[in-house]
């Protein structure tokens, strides 16, 4: 079965977008001889020490300098498959983004209505998601994580720290990959609030963190578009934000309805902390905090 049939946000397609799709690709693809997309890769494949046998991405990173060997396979997602490993500067968590078609389609479309692309041929590839305009679409959802991860650190937000850059020309190298620092240790990597075990007062902390860190966003203009205890860490009595490629900002035309969804998801994923919110109040508690002071920013060691 094609991907497709699961995916009822794609029916505004146009018959040319059909044409060009990769999930309905009748083997055209492979007759012409295209690169068979990379899925999740094996950790046996990431961490074998014979050099032919290493993946290819790994051994760019370690080639790089920024990743010495991949300890554990963390957790798959729904485009990333997260590996724990260990660099020059200790823990690294790597997220290895699987290629576009192999994703369980995710369509980004909303988060990136309004964002302008300057190249117009880019921009019609894109938009009719050719094999080239997914590439660069893949590219630039893998490249925002990037910029949004070091805008929000520097700003001072609790977010794990980037391993990669500042200067894109640096992180668009580990492409797909995004390293970030570990939250928690190799033995004990932060579990997600969803999974975390939490005392009522325990409980009442993080749930005013997560107010504070929706804010924090808030202030610099931005909706993470996936705010829940699923994209928040929870370490040494911390709370951490994860999970940024589709961050959007102001100039989405869905800002607001992404924003008042952010709010739910976040009272809805509290529940089970015994919090009880409805996603209007929390809403306003957050543009309330968002006018208050900004986190302290960090500054760019030379
Ligand atoms: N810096 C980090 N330190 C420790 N664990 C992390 C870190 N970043 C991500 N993780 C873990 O890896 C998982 C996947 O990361 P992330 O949420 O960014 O990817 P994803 O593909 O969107 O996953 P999902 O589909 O589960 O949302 C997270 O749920 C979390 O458990
Ligand atoms: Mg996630």
Redesign the pocket.
């Known amino acids: 079965m094609s991907a497709r049939t699961h995916d009822p946000a794609a029916q505004d397609w146009t018959d040319q977008d059909w044409l060009d799709d990769p999930w309905t690709d009748s083997g055209e693809s492979r007759r012409r001889g295209r690169k068979k997309p990379v899925g999740r890769r094996q950790l046996a494949q990431l961490t074998a020490d014979e050099d032919s046998e290493q993946d290819d991405v790994i051994r760019r990173l370690k080639d790089l300098g920024h990743i010495t060997e991949v300890v554990a396979e963390?957790?798959s997602?729904?485009?990333?498959?997260?590996y724990v490993a260990r660099g020059p500067r200790g823990s690294v968590?790597v997220?290895l983004y699987r290629d576009l078609q192999t994703r369980s389609f995710k369509d980004d479309r909303v988060y990136r209505a309004g964002q302008v692309i300057l190249d117009v041929r880019a921009a019609k590839a894109m938009h009719n998601r050719t094999r080239k305009g997914l590439e660069m679409l893949q590219q630039d959802w893998v490249l925002s994580e990037y910029a949004h991860l070091w805008t929000l650190w520097t700003a001072g937000l609790n977010v794990?720290e980037p391993l990669a850059g500042p200067h894109p020309t640096a992180y668009a190298d580990t492409i797909p990959a995004v390293l970030?620092?570990?939250?928690?240790t190799e033995d004990h990597?932060?579990?997600?609030l969803s999974d975390a075990h939490l005392t009522p007062e325990q409980a009442r902390s993080a749930w005013d963190q997560s107010l504070t860190g929706m804010a924090d966003l808030l202030r610099l203009g931005y909706a993470h578009g996936?705010y829940s205890t699923?994209?928040l860490?929870w370490q040494e009595d911390t709370v951490?934000i994860?999970?940024?490629?589709q961050l959007s900002t102001r100039q989405n035309p869905h800002f607001r309805d992404l924003l008042a969804r952010d709010a739910q998801s976040l009272a809805t994923s509290f529940r089970k902390h015994g919090i009880h919110a409805d996603g209007q109040s929390v809403l306003r508690d957050v543009q309330r905090r968002a006018l208050g002071p900004a986190p302290e920013p960090r500054l760019l060691l030379p």
Request: charged residues 30%.
């Open positions: 963390l957790k997602g729904k485009e990333a498959t997260a968590l997220k794990p970030m620092r570990l939250i928690g990597v932060a579990p997600r996936d699923y994209n860490l951490t994860i999970d940024f490629p």
